[in-house]
């Protein structure tokens, strides 16, 4: 799906996604201290303006315009700042290194998710900590949620070795339930959560 495709759907619904962080975000990164972090494919800017409330200093890294205007919008009503960068991030943008680098929910293919992951690696810096959601392929056959494209979901095995070789170690690999309300009641979303770190030295 391409930044025009992403543009129809967020100009489409008043929110794609819920204006609190996610679940996982929240739950990880409560205790951790504030600095600079980035938060790539943030969409609205749901974990970017929690961050901001915390007093980090983030910026929004967005291919779609109409995203980033939602997310100025949510920012301004809630009180606080975001920096907006409007970039693809499978052309690896330019971007600066953080003490914190987040990628929760990102779908692209095989091939350019491991080419971000691997630029996210890129900028966490000395101490900092990267934090990646994303929907499980195992949703296909036991969950609920998320897109039914199999080329578009990862496995946690992917995920840490597209991790693989990048200075980062690898602290949590994990899958996490999520719970979904659907027609037929409470189900349960299987997402991944992957938390690594760049040691100081």
Excluded: C
Aim: proline share 5%; glycine share 8%; hydrophobic share 45%.
């Amino acid at each position: 799906m391409d930044a025009a495709a992403w543009d129809e759907r967020y100009a489409a619904e008043e929110l794609v996604w819920s204006r609190g962080p996610n679940r996982f975000v929240a739950e990880q990164l409560a205790e951790l201290p504030p600095g600079r972090a980035l938060d790539l494919a943030g969409g609205e800017g749901r974990n970017a303006i929690w961050l901001a409330q915390r007093g980090w200093d983030v910026e929004l890294v967005e291919f779609s315009q109409e995203a980033l205007d939602k997310a100025a919008a949510l920012a301004a009503s809630a009180d606080v700042q975001l920096e907006l960068t409007l970039a693809d991030l499978t052309a690896s943008p330019t971007l600066r290194p953080a003490d914190l680098v987040v990628v929760a929910y990102l779908q692209l293919p095989r091939a350019p998710t491991r080419a971000v992951l691997r630029q996210a690696a890129s900028l966490v810096g000395p101490g900092g900590t990267l934090l990646l959601v994303a929907h499980a392929r195992r949703n296909l056959d036991d969950g609920v949620g998320g897109p039914a494209d199999p080329e578009v979901l990862r496995t946690l095995d992917e995920v840490v070795d597209d991790l693989s070789g990048t200075g980062v170690t690898v602290d949590v690999a994990s899958e996490v339930l999520r719970p979904v309300t659907t027609e037929d009641g409470e189900r349960h979303a299987i997402d991944l959560l992957v938390r690594a770190r760049r040691t100081s030295g």
